[in-house]
């Protein structure tokens, strides 16, 4: 699926770190910042989580509210957030099902081998659910400037 700025952004059903559901629905009324990355743990990744938690207060004062999609198990974003004292929720989509609404589950290639994974991407959502910017050449160490512009 292509999205495109303007376009009512998909709702999802999935659980974040601790279980629990977590829809889009429930955050109408609020800015989100839906951002995928490929991999917990991982050198880019963590950058890229760690750039946010630093501007969480920033990103909070102009009103978002920051979710973090990655293919990962519920138990090794426990130990990401643990680790790098994240504030936001982090959704388990271990189905794929939330990167496919999105587009963002691709086939990827490296170093010759072709496979399926994440395409880095954030997508910012205004109040009423509309998709008010993409952002598909992610800075991981300055997102939150790419974010708020």
């Known amino acids: 699926m292509s999205l495109e700025i303007g ?4 709702d999802f059903k999935s659980i974040d770190q601790d279980g629990n ?3 889009l629905s429930q955050f109408k009324g609020k800015k989100v910042v839906l951002y995928f990355y490929p991999k917990d743990m991982t050198p880019g990744c963590t950058t890229q ?6 501007n969480y207060d920033k990103l909070l004062s102009e009103g978002y509210v920051v979710l973090g999609v990655s293919t990962d198990s519920k ?3 426990q130990k990401f957030i643990a680790k790098h004292e994240l504030p936001f929720p982090l959704i388990a989509d271990e189905n794929q099902s939330v990167h496919q609404a999105y587009g963002t589950w691709q086939l990827k290639k490296t170093f010759g ?3 399926m994974g994440t395409v880095r ?8 659910g509309i998709l008010t910017d993409i ?14 512009n």
């Open 135 to 148: 952002i598909k050449k992610v800075k991981t160490k300055e997102h939150t400037k790419q974010i708020i």
């Open 7 to 10: 376009q009512k952004a998909p």
């Open 21 to 23: 559901e977590i829809t």
């Open 113 to 115: 081998k072709e496979y």
């Open 75 to 77: 138990e090794r974003h």
């Open 121 to 128: 991407t954030t997508f910012v959502i205004d109040e009423e």
């Open 49 to 54: 989580a760690c750039d946010l938690r630093d």
